[in-house]
């Protein structure tokens, strides 16, 4: 993140051009993209070498499950084309409850279970019904998904740095390799 984001939060990042227009497809890290897509909305970009400071919104639709976004800087494919990989930041929002979080607010904060620390966090996924955190396991490769819901991630202390885990028994095993697998009995002649 360079000095020109510190303080905003990640909205999306762009993908590839959709139809002749200058539209183009985006990946979402907004849990309220009709509000932060409005047209006429200016966010700030940060992206490939030449892309404009500041991306104003002409249209937002949905194809399907995708958000498609036209932008005053980018009239045809060709300029379309040039942003893929933008990521685009606007000022938080005030947030509604204690318990709404933005994903920039929970990367890499330290995981504790049972007093003690077992991981950080790496992402976060919205989804339509719950919330998913990604977590780096100490002495696991493949990052652990967690549902982020009270009961499971009671707390989380921005001051300290730090989330509470209360995981149910098995569950960051869930993605460890072999956790599938019958145990190997070797077989007595």
């Known amino acids: 993140m360079s000095t020109r984001t510190e303080g905003l939060v990640r909205l999306a990042r762009i993908g590839k051009p959709h139809g002749i227009r200058g539209e183009v497809t985006v990946q979402l890290f907004t849990d309220d993209p009709e509000t932060r897509f409005a047209p006429g909305s200016v966010l700030t970009a940060e992206g490939p070498a ?33 942003l893929r990989g933008t990521q685009l930041f606007a000022a938080p929002e005030d947030r509604a409850e204690d318990d709404e979080w933005y994903e920039d607010d929970l990367l890499d904060l330290a995981v504790e279970a049972d007093g003690r620390r077992i991981g ?29 819901v009270e009961e499971i991630v009671p707390e989380v202390d921005e001051e300290r740095g730090a989330v509470l885990l209360t995981p149910p028994p098995g569950l960051l095993d869930l993605n460890e390799p072999g956790a599938d697998e019958a145990p190997d009995v070797e077989s007595e002649a």
């Not at 500041?54 to 949905?62: I, K, P």
């Not at 995708?66 to 084309?81: K, T, Y």
């Not at 966090?121 to 977590?135: F, H, R, S």
């Open 50 to 82: 030449g892309t404009p400071a500041e991306l104003t919104v002409t249209r937002a639709r949905w194809n399907k499950q995708i958000l498609v976004l036209g932008f005053e800087q980018s009239p045809d494919r060709n300029a379309a084309e040039a």
């Open 120 to 148: 950080t966090v790496v992402g976060l996924i919205t989804g339509p019904a719950q919330d998913l955190l990604e977590i780096v396991v100490e002495g696991r490769d493949e990052p652990v998904l967690v549902p982020f």
